[in-house]
């Protein structure tokens, strides 16, 4: 379908040009808007792939808790939440180093068949069946991890921790 | 949604790869640095989620299974990434990552 490719060209276009302005406008609160922009962007890149759930999941942990978790990070270390970044150059190395990473993988794509044959529909109960049993363990694992962080955390900004 | 070229999502995943590592690069600014470790980090999890609408059937799922808990992950990295942050406020009043020299010989 020529919208989808017109949609995806559109979406990736921003994605691009949200994560690179958000790594370089000099105020760290419009750096949280636009990344916040790109998440939202990329949680339409799911829909648009038939992947709905993980779309919302995008919505709702990177677009709403880790926006929200930043931007408490900034207020919490500043004395002011409008205070500007020192700007800092772009630097040749970096860039290059970037660029050079870009057309790397970019050359990579050759080594794939270039176009999909197989039809694929979204269905929820295949999905839920699919991440809860056949991937039960990884699940698990996450829930330990993400237990174990919460622990670090907190040991890292207790109070008294000299 | 299968009409969709395999050059066009594995190069906006590598254009992105490249923004992050970028950023990652050049920030000296502890929150921008988490910020680029993200970017980078969505950039993995579009192509799981590229390739499982590619793949179709079990395969594809797989690939959602394992974005799923990927962002999982992310969510976990920024909360301790923040303790972190939090932790180097408190010890040198500012969270440019040029001032953590603590570990160095």
């Known amino acids: 379908m020529i919208y989808e490719e017109i949609a995806f060209v559109l979406l990736a276009l921003v994605a691009i040009a949200t994560g690179v302005l958000a790594l370089l406008v000099r105020e760290l609160v419009h750096t949280i808007l636009w990344v916040a922009v790109f998440f939202v962007d990329l949680a339409a890149l799911y829909f648009l792939l038939d992947a709905p759930f993980l779309g919302v999941l995008q919505l709702g942990v990177y677009a709403g808790a880790v926006t929200v978790l930043l931007l408490f990070g900034i207020m919490v270390t500043r004395k002011r939440i409008f205070s500007q970044e020192a700007r800092i150059g772009i630097g040749a190395i970096p860039f290059g180093l970037a660029v050079v990473t870009f057309i790397f993988v970019v050359a990579a794509i050759g080594e794939f068949p270039q176009s999909s044959t197989t039809i694929y529909t979204y269905d929820p109960t295949a999905l839920s069946q699919n991440l809860f049993n056949v991937n039960g363990p990884w699940l698990l694992l996450l829930g330990l991890i993400m237990l174990v962080a919460v622990g670090g955390a907190i040991y890292l900004v207790r109070e008294g921790r000299e | ?105």
């Open chain 2, 1 to 105: 949604m299968t009409d969709l070229p395999i050059v066009g999502f594995v190069g906006l995943s590598a254009a992105l790869l490249a923004v992050g590592l970028f950023g990652i690069l050049t920030r000296r600014n502890f929150i921008l640095l988490l910020i680029a470790i993200e970017i980078a980090m969505n950039a993995a999890i579009l192509n799981f989620v590229y390739f499982a609408a590619y793949a179709g059937g079990t395969p594809g799922l797989t690939g959602q299974s394992i974005a799923v808990v990927l962002v999982g992950f992310g969510a976990t990295e920024v909360a301790v990434g923040l303790a972190i942050v939090l932790a180097l406020n408190r010890l040198k009043g500012t969270i440019n990552v040029a001032r953590a020299t603590e570990l160095k010989l």
